[in-house]
C-alpha cells in the first residue's frame, strides 16, 4: 500500500495564481483532513470530509476549497493564492477518529 | 493561551540518555495522541491514548486524565531518536485534533 499521497511535493505561485493540491489514499479511510502548518506553529486544520460527498470546515478554512468525490480522492483548491498561504500542507485520513495517517506535505511559496 | 501546551520547546540530549517530554491540556478529550516528524518532514503516529500507558520498542506514553497531563519517554536515547514530537489532542466535543507546537529533540553521539 502507498498510504497517503500527495503531489506536488513543492510550488512557487504568484499571488493570485490557483491550484489543486491533490490527495489520495488507499486505505479505504472514510476520514480524510486537510493541514497547514506554519513555522513555529501546530497544525492547523483547514477542511476535513467523514465520507464521500461530505466535507465541512475546520479551523482555517478561508481561501480553500475542498471535494470528496471519492474514497480515495480529497483535493484541495486555493482559488486566488495570498502571500499568508505560504504554509506546508499536510493531507491525512483515518479509519473514523482513530489514528490519522499523514502524507508525506506539499511546501507552497506564494509570491 | 494554546489549549495544547508541551515543554520543553527544545531538548538536546547525549545519546543513551532518559528523555521526557510532556504535555499539558485544558479542553474534555477523547484522546491523545503522540506524532513524530522527521527532518524531512514526514508525520508518523506514534501513539494513540485515552487511558493509562502504552509502550513501543523504547517509547513509553503515559496519560493522567484528572490532571490533563500526558509524558512521552524515550529510554536509552539514539541520534535517529532526533525529530520534533508532536502532542495533539481529539476534542471530545468536535472530535476534531487540537495540535500542540512541538518538542524539538537532538540526540548526540
Known amino acids: 500500500n502507498a498510504g497517503v499521497t500527495q503531489t506536488p511535493k513543492f510550488r512557487i505561485l504568484k499571488i493570485g495564481q490557483s491550484m489543486t493540491l491533490q490527495c489520495t489514499q488507499d486505505?479505504?479511510?472514510?476520514?480524510m483532513y486537510w493541514y497547514r502548518q506554519d513555522p513555529g506553529m501546530g497544525l492547523k486544520l483547514i477542511y476535513y470530509?467523514?465520507?464521500?460527498?461530505?466535507?465541512d470546515k475546520g479551523e482555517v478554512p478561508n481561501g480553500y476549497n475542498v471535494s470528496r468525490s471519492t474514497t480515495e480522492d480529497f483535493p484541495l483548491r486555493l482559488e486566488l493564492a495570498a502571500p499568508s498561504q505560504t504554509s506546508v500542507y499536510f493531507c491525512a485520513s483515518s479509519y473514523w477518529g482513530e489514528t490519522q495517517y499523514f502524507g508525506p506535505g506539499t511546501r507552497l511559496l506564494v509570491l | 493561551k494554546n489549549e495544547v501546551e508541551q515543554s520543553p520547546q527544545n531538548l538536546t540530549a547525549q545519546e543513551g540518555e532518559f528523555i521526557t517530554i510532556n504535555c499539558s491540556y485544558s479542553v474534555g478529550i477523547s484522546a491523545l495522541h503522540w506524532l513524530q516528524q522527521h527532518p524531512g518532514g514526514g508525520i508518523v503516529s506514534l501513539f494513540m491514548?485515552?487511558?493509562g500507558k502504552k509502550k513501543h520498542g523504547r517509547l513509553i506514553a503515559t496519560i493522567n486524565i484528572q490532571e490533563k497531563h500526558s509524558s512521552l519517554h524515550i529510554t536509552a536515547s539514539h541520534p535517529r531518536d532526533s525529530a520534533v514530537y508532536i502532542c495533539a489532542v481529539t476534542n471530545y466535543n468536535t472530535d476534531k485534533l487540537i495540535f500542540g507546537t512541538g518538542t524539538r529533540l537532538q540526540v548526540f553521539p
Open positions: 470530509s467523514v465520507g464521500a460527498g461530505i466535507t
Open positions: 491514548l485515552s487511558s
Open positions: 486505505m479505504n479511510h472514510n476520514y
